[in-house]
């Protein structure tokens, strides 16, 4: 799990038969929703990080897009976090991290597509200065909003973790390190009392333990990613 970051020009690790292969890379939110669904089940799987400035060929050969996460398992390759996050729960999962019921079920689908909208808007932010980024905050506290509207209950769908708490989570995690790199405070506890709740109940998931990340290697992270030279492998 602490491999180094590969980039251009690097071999391609042999593959294992029968072994789940993520293509990963430590600090992206989006790579990290396709580990949480895997921590939840604790299901084996070997990960390979990649240098995101400096893309393996063999990455190309995967996903044209050249993002992460990229799940492959013999001759079956599948990108897009959502697509790799739902692909996993119901192969492994039998499908468990979403309601039975197909309207509720449907019900959530839309919820994680208006997670989606929260998270473009902080995600679109990141290599902005603390000064650009302070005129994007109302419009950050306003998507966040929605999230705290419906945290009526411990999670998103109600007493139990589903796919959506885990698909907004890697960014909720972000907010305090993101927030603190561009001198804002994207989630003030007295605006949202409920998303604070939600992120102490999420820390005791078997998803968010497998995969949360210290908020000083967050930091550290951004830092050099603003600086334009992101060091993909701090820590390690």
């Keep these: 799990m602490a491999q180094k970051a590969m980039g251009k020009g690097s071999a391609l690790p042999p593959l294992e038969k029968g072994k789940i292969?993520?293509?990963?890379?430590?600090?992206?939110?989006?790579?990290?929703r396709a580990r949480i669904v895997l921590g939840h089940y604790n299901i084996p799987f070997e990960v390979v990080n990649i240098d995101l400035k400096s893309k393996p060929e063999w990455l190309l050969e995967r996903n044209?897009?050249?993002?992460?996460?990229v799940y492959e398992k013999d001759c079956q390759v599948l990108?897009?976090?959502?697509?790799?996050?739902?692909?996993?729960?119901?192969?492994?999962?039998?499908?468990?991290?979403?309601?039975?019921?197909?309207?509720?079920?449907?019900?959530?689908?839309?919820?994680?597509?208006?997670?989606?909208?929260?998270?473009?808007?902080?995600?679109?932010?990141?290599?902005?200065?603390?000064?650009?980024?302070?005129?994007?905050?109302?419009?950050?506290?306003?998507?966040?909003?929605?999230i705290e509207d419906r945290l009526d209950n411990k999670f998103l769908m109600g007493s139990s973790v589903t796919m959506p708490d885990y698909i907004l989570w890697p960014h909720i995690e972000r907010t305090v390190p993101f927030g603190h790199v561009v001198q804002a405070d994207l989630l003030p506890e007295d605006k949202f009392p409920n998303i604070h709740a939600w992120k102490t109940a999420m820390l005791n998931t078997p998803g968010v333990r497998a995969t949360i990340i210290p908020s000083e290697n967050h930091i550290a992270f951004l830092e050099t990613m603003k600086s334009g030279a992101p060091n993909f492998d701090y820590g390690l």
């Design 79 to 146: 990108y897009e976090s959502i697509v790799v996050s739902d692909y996993i729960d119901e192969v492994y999962g039998n499908g468990q991290l979403y309601p039975k019921d197909p309207y509720l079920k449907a019900k959530a689908k839309i919820l994680i597509e208006q997670i989606s909208k929260v998270v473009g808007l902080i995600s679109k932010a990141y290599m902005m200065s603390p000064a650009e980024f302070k005129e994007q905050v109302p419009g950050v506290h306003a998507a966040l909003q929605s």
């Design 21 to 32: 292969r993520l293509y990963s890379m430590r600090f992206c939110p989006f790579a990290q």
């Design 64 to 69: 044209p897009n050249g993002s992460v996460p």
